[in-house]
């Protein structure tokens, strides 16, 4: 189905939501079959998945996200491996103050895994003597385990409000453009997607 096929269908949102209650995540390559599952777990939280789709993150979406491991020896592997992979992106919103706050736990909570994580990860088979030689970028399946690390953590999360706006505007900008246009987009968002040209002229 084509993205305007899709926003064409697209329920009309009806509830507005404040800006610090919207945020981003995207399931790994090999866990969109998941979804179902990890909304369930969102709405328990009182969280819930306003949109969503399965795209291929682009080479900047990358650097962006993951610009703190920019100089680290696994990067560009996982960088390629992302990029050549579809992930499943959630815009999600919440009617409970925080949502951003509540989403980072489910993903990390006090340095250990958050619920969604502890649930789905899938550890890859490595000794503390191979993951050191991997952290040394020494080791003879270096790719292979820099894809298998990448994978386990299910989940990725923003770490701020303005971090997951930020990143959407990059993922799915010229999609949520459509989606203004079908009045599928919170007022609050549209002028986070605006071009500066637009913004100039209003």
Known sequence: MSIEDKLARAPEIKESFPKNEITFAYLKPRFGDLLPEVEKMLNEQGLEVIYHDRVR????????????????????VMKDYLVNNDVVVLLIG?????????????????????????????DPMVSPEDFK??????HPRQHELTISLTQNNVIHTADTAE???ATLSMILGPKFQEMKKE??????????FDSDEEKKIN
């Open 94 to 122: 919440g009617k409970k103050k925080q949502a951003q706050k509540i989403l980072f736990g489910l993903k990390k909570e006090g340095g250990e895994d958050g619920l969604i994580r502890k649930k789905f990860k899938r």
């Open 163 to 165: 971090e997951a706006l």
């Open 133 to 138: 030689l991997w952290e040394e970028g020494r």
């Open 57 to 76: 993150l682009t080479p900047e979406a990358v650097d962006f996200i993951y610009r703190q491991y920019k100089d680290a020896h696994f990067f560009e």
């Open 183 to 192: 009045g599928n987009l919170p007022a609050e968002l549209w002028e986070i």
